[in-house]
Nanobody, 129 residues
Framework: QVQLVESGGGLVQAGDTPRLSCTSS????????MGWFRQAPGKEREFVAA????????YYADSVEGRFAISRDNTENKVYLQMNSLKPEDTAVYYC??????????????????????WGQGTQVTVSS
């Protein structure tokens, strides 16, 4: 059973630049894609960012495009989410996700919750203004 463990959350101020980390219990090169979702209080879980197995193709939600950056290190079995220009509306529980479904093109699937068969427990990020 694959385990994903997030770290790096907490209470931050608007404009801070924290980095979330996700460590996988198994080799990340076997998982494609990997990424992040988030869920704010009273809202549905939503896609944030994802990247393909080699990290070369990256996808972002419109709300974080240009502010967040996803990366992965398959030698360390880790995925990262660099968060820049944080806003109070970025407050949410952030979940690391991974999929073992290989596709020639993820464009139509990458933002779907059902695409991911492994989820971390989540890490809370609270942004104060």
């Amino acid at each position: 059973q694959v385990q994903l463990v997030e770290s790096g959350g907490g209470l931050v101020q608007a404009g801070d630049t924290p980095r979330l980390s996700c460590t996988s219990s198994t080799h990340t090169f076997t998982m494609n894609p990997m990424g992040w979702f988030r869920q704010a209080p009273g809202k549905e879980r939503e896609f944030v960012a994802a990247t393909t197995y080699n990290g070369r193709t990256r996808y972002y939600a419109d709300s974080v495009e240009g502010r967040f950056a996803i990366s992965r290190d398959n030698t360390e079995n880790k995925v990262y989410l660099q968060m820049n220009s944080l806003k109070p509306e970025d407050t949410a529980v952030y979940y690391c996700v991974a999929s073992t479904t290989w596709r020639p093109d993820y464009s139509d699937y990458i933002k779907n919750l059902d695409e991911y068969n492994y989820w971390g427990q989540g890490t809370q990020v609270t942004v104060s203004s």
